[in-house]
């Protein structure tokens, strides 16, 4: 049990478990006057939510800590764990919770629970299963490559109509990633992004036949790509957020103006908790605290790539970068919002935004990524004493 313990990435453990509990802080600052003024809740309503999903995302993490990973990567539970995911996915669009325009939770009591987060992980899964058990044909069009940009495009279509284009765009970034270290040629590779496209347009013209268009491309969405391109020159409309973002962002300085002294967080800055919590963060702790964060999330996303390349299991190693890749894109997408380098899309900044769902499905995925290194390490160390023996001494223990 003790080798086992010493076999985890421990300074993976640590840098999550200080994220989730700076998080808690920022989201208990960021969230105290929202809480009274919108929501006519106590100061720290979102703070005892998020330690409460917290505490079970823990107890989640543990959970998969423990689970032999390759247990994942059996038939049965991958099309069990995507069609049930696409189910999942259809049946929001009947007994679905609408907010911010998108129907893309489900309400149960108090608190809510989206399932297109969920689906990051599941799509990790069944790539890392599909091209680490076919290693030997994965070159293959018809074994290798149209079954997993079928399940790709349908799930990201299922997610784009709610609509979430931002979750759906980290799907298909997370699956562009693990392609290009699955060790596909370049040639089919092209071949992959051409039936990509021609899926996509398949699935835009279904769009337009059926009339959902409008619902998609709605004036809510538009706006942010208008607030983007002219934030000062529409700050009173679709640029407000952005603008807000920016003067908190630049108000903050060096050393920030203190912890819980945010401006921006008293109705100025909307979803200032969430989506926006890095321009809070910058506010109150300045570059310091934005150094901080960006420097922990950075160590884990290169630490999982550095050990993805030592890993020899081609299904753990896909693991490793493709829940690396996500919480990495993510961040830059999140990141890229809030300083206005790219349009609004709604991703949170991941272990440092409130959110259940989020927290729920990162802690899941740290628990699947601990796992493939415990089991890599043993494996390594049971190498090494193999190497020490002599030969005739195994072959007489045999």
């Known amino acids: 049990m003790k080798r086992i313990i010493k076999a985890y990435d421990f300074p993976i453990f640590i840098a999550v478990i200080l994220l989730c509990l700076f998080g808690l802080v920022m989201i208990y600052s960021s969230s105290m006057i929202t809480a009274v003024a919108r929501y006519g809740q106590p100061m720290d309503f979102f703070f005892e939510k998020q330690k409460m999903a917290f505490i079970i ?5 543990v959970v998969t800590m423990i689970l032999p990973y390759k247990m994942y990567k059996h038939k049965t539970f991958l099309m069990s764990m995507m069609f049930g995911m696409a189910g999942i996915l259809l049946l929001l669009f009947i007994f679905g919770h609408t907010a911010g325009n998108a129907t ?8 809510s629970i989206q399932p ?3 689906s990051k992980l599941a799509m990790i899964i069944y790539l890392a299963a599909m091209y680490g058990k076919k290693q030997d044909k994965i070159n293959s069009i018809d074994k290798a490559v ?8 349908g799930i990201c279509f299922l997610i784009g109509i709610q609509p979430d284009y931002g979750t759906a765009a980290v799907i298909f970034l997370i699956a562009g990633t693990m392609v290009l270290s699955s060790g596909m040629s370049l040639q089919s590779i092209f071949k992959l992004s051409i039936l990509t496209m021609i899926l996509i347009g398949i699935v835009a013209l279904g769009v337009l036949v059926t009339g959902n268009f ?7 969405k538009v706006s942010r790509f208008t607030g983007f391109a002219d934030p000062f020159g529409t700050a009173g409309a679709d640029g407000y957020q952005l603008v807000n973002s920016l003067f908190a962002i630049g108000s903050g300085g060096i050393t920030g103006v203190g912890l819980g002294d945010s ?3 008293y109705g100025y800055l909307p979803e200032s908790h969430t989506d926006f919590i890095m321009a809070i963060i910058a506010e109150e702790l300045g570059i310091f605290g934005v150094a901080f964060v960006l420097l922990i999330l950075g160590f884990i996303v290169l630490r999982g790539f550095i050990l993805s390349a030592k890993c020899k299991d081609p299904f753990g190693s896909l693991l490793l970068i493709g829940i690396s890749s996500m ?10 919002g809030v300083t206005g380098l790219i349009p609004i899309t709604g991703i949170t900044l991941p272990f440092i935004s409130y959110g259940g769902s989020s927290l729920l499905l990162l802690m899941l ?4 990524y601990q796992n493939v290194v415990m089991r890599m390490n043993l494996l390594e160390q049971k190498e090494k004493f193999m190497s020490t023996v002599p030969t005739e001494d195994i072959i007489s223990s045999k």
Do not use: D, H, R, Y
């Open 327 to 336: 919480i990495g894109i993510q961040v830059g997408i999140n990141v890229g």
């Open 57 to 61: 995302s823990f107890i989640a993490m």
């Open 116 to 118: 297109a987060e969920f």
């Open 146 to 153: 149209i079954p997993p940009i079928v399940f790709l495009v």
């Open 263 to 265: 401006v921006q967080k």
């Open 365 to 368: 995925s740290m628990g699947i």
């Open 104 to 111: 893309s939770w489900f309400k149960l009591g108090t608190s």
């Open 214 to 220: 409008s619902s998609i491309f709605s004036e809510n």
